[in-house]
């Protein structure tokens, strides 16, 4: 650990199975993922009940002296010992969760999908701005080591620009045995595959086609989207969209995610002039990629690496390095997955729903609605 490492004190707000994981990352030591500059505390934890939030640190943190815990977020957002807020509520509350957290002057790390829709986060980071307070959407994934490498082969030249992302994130909820109220059924909680999975699909064609630099930072130029629901509660079993960025490059995402089968094989596979690069499964936290290089353009394969990548936790301390990077350094977004990728994504879902006719209950999204 360096002499003075930037310590973050984090509030952490709600006690679901995210809020789990990323706490247990938060309390590994950085050393183990060699990182010296920055360290993380976690002062506060608010959940609905004071009982649940008490169970929470016992059970996650149970070395750990003096966390405040209160039987709401609004004291965890108030309490003046938090430097930032972790948000792991389900989607549909996030806007008014990270609302509360910027009014009361608190820095936001926010789970995907950030809000309901684009509208809402647009308020969000017009608060954040005018308040000089950091927001970052929590897309752990472009955080990960195998990532930053992935990016640095793919942006390095040899494999030209690239032409075509597919990729898949599923996974089998068995929807039949959830309860309705679980927020994956729940149209009230955003239930459904795409906001849920789609971030990561779309995330690698956000990092691959949108950040390849060929692409200067253009935005898509179309968006196709098609769901096929459940008749359980109607929101998406399974959805399928396409983003095309054709401004600079001639480029294609066939993404697709579903909650009724297990992911797909092929991960994602980012394709090239001079080749691919493929992506293992689970695309949010890969074990590894293999890149393939052609003789020629369109000719054959005739080198294969594969890189793998292992580190000590789950991989969500990455992302809270972000953060207090940013913090010690006074950003107020991430220079990797900064605002604008944030509103991308969120267009995006929006109008994916919007084709898929997926409205969401009334009175669930706080700022315009989706017709
Ligand atoms: N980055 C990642 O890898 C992952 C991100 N996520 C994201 O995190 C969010 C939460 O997912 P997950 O942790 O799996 O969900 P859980 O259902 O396990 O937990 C959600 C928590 O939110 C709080 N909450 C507040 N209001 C409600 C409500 N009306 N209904 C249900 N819970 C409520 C509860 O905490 P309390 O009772 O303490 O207030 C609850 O435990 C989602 O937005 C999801 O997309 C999820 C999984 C992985
Ligand atoms: O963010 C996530 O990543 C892993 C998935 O299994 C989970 O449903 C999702 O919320």
């Given amino acids: 650990m360096a002499a003075n490492p930037y310590v973050l004190k984090w509030g952490i707000v709600s006690t679901g199975w995210i809020a789990q994981q990323f706490v247990k990352d938060l309390l590994e030591d950085p050393a183990s993922r060699n990182v010296t500059d920055v360290a993380h505390k976690i002062v506060a934890v608010g959940s ?9 640190v016992t059970q996650y943190a149970p070395k750990e002296k003096d966390i405040k815990t209160y039987a709401s977020y609004t004291e965890v957002f108030a309490d003046p010992n938090v430097n930032a807020v972790y948000i792991g509520t389900p989607h549909t509350l996030h806007y008014e969760n990270a609302l509360e957290a910027l009014n009361a002057g608190k820095h936001v790390l926010c789970e995907k999908a950030t809000t309901s829709n684009a509208a809402e986060l647009k308020v969000l980071l017009a608060l954040a701005k005018e308040k000089k307070l950091f927001f970052m959407e929590a897309l752990w994934t472009r955080f990960h080591p195998l990532t930053l490498e992935l990016k640095r082969i793919a942006e390095e030249g040899t494999l030209g620009d690239p032409v075509v992302v597919h990729a898949d994130l599923s996974a089998d909820f068995d929807i039949e045995k959830l309860p309705l109220t679980h927020r994956m059924l729940d149209p009230k909680l955003g239930g459904g595959a795409l906001l849920d999975l789609g971030p990561y699909p779309l995330f690698w064609a956000m990092l691959s086609l949108y950040e390849h630099p060929s692409n200067k930072n253009a935005r898509p130029t ?22 095309n960025f054709t401004e600079h490059l001639r480029a294609q995402a066939v993404l697709s995610c579903s909650m009724t089968v297990p992911t797909a094989p092929f991960g994602a596979t980012i394709r090239y002039k001079n080749g691919n690069i493929i992506v293992k499964p689970p695309i949010f936290r890969s074990p590894s990629f293999t890149v393939q290089y052609y003789d020629k353009p369109g000719g054959e394969v005739v080198r294969e690496e594969t890189k793998t990548f292992k580190y000590v936790g789950g991989g969500w301390h990455f992302e809270a390095d972000e953060v207090a990077r940013c913090l010690r350094d006074g950003k107020l977004e991430s220079d990797s997955w900064g605002h604008e990728k944030s509103i991308i ?3 995006i879902f929006d109008e994916v729903r919007r084709q898929g006719k997926y409205i969401l209950p009334e009175g669930v999204e706080k700022v315009d609605r989706v017709q």
């Fill in 48 to 56: 609905r009940t004071v009982e649940s939030a008490q169970k929470f």
């Fill in 345 to 347: 994504v969120m267009e």
């Fill in 222 to 243: 179309s968006i196709t989207g098609s769901m096929v629901t459940t008749p359980i509660t109607g929101v998406d079993a399974s959805t399928s969209f396409t983003v």
